[in-house]
């Protein structure tokens, strides 16, 4: 296991990252720009981490077309499908 950041932290290298939820969803992957902030999650707020699974520095220089994650969505736990109703 890697070093985890929280929320808040300031994100230290593009990449793809490991999200660890308190505990109302599993794990699942997301690409953060450095020198963001690690968002905040729709529903257990603060209490989620976040572990680098692999750089992507190359993002860096298309940094003005990505769209920037400030808050994880909440899921519904009754859609497991993944698409909202």
């Known amino acids: 296991m890697g070093v985890r950041f929280t ?4 994100v230290p290298v593009t990449g793809l990252y ?3 939820h308190a ?4 794990p699942h992957e997301a690409l953060l720009l ?3 902030r690690f968002p ?3 529903k ?3 209490q989620v981490e976040f572990e680098l699974l692999r750089a992507v520095p190359a993002f860096d220089q298309h ?3 990505i769209v920037k994650l400030y808050e994880l969505p909440a899921l519904e736990e ?3 499908s993944g698409v909202a109703s």
């Open 7 to 10: 929320t808040g932290d300031k």
């Open 18 to 20: 490991l999200v660890h």
């Open 23 to 26: 505990a109302h969803r599993l």
């Open 34 to 36: 450095r020198d963001e």
């Open 40 to 42: 905040r999650c729709g």
């Open 44 to 46: 257990c707020a603060d």
């Open 63 to 65: 940094r003005d077309r």
């Open 78 to 80: 009754d859609d497991a």
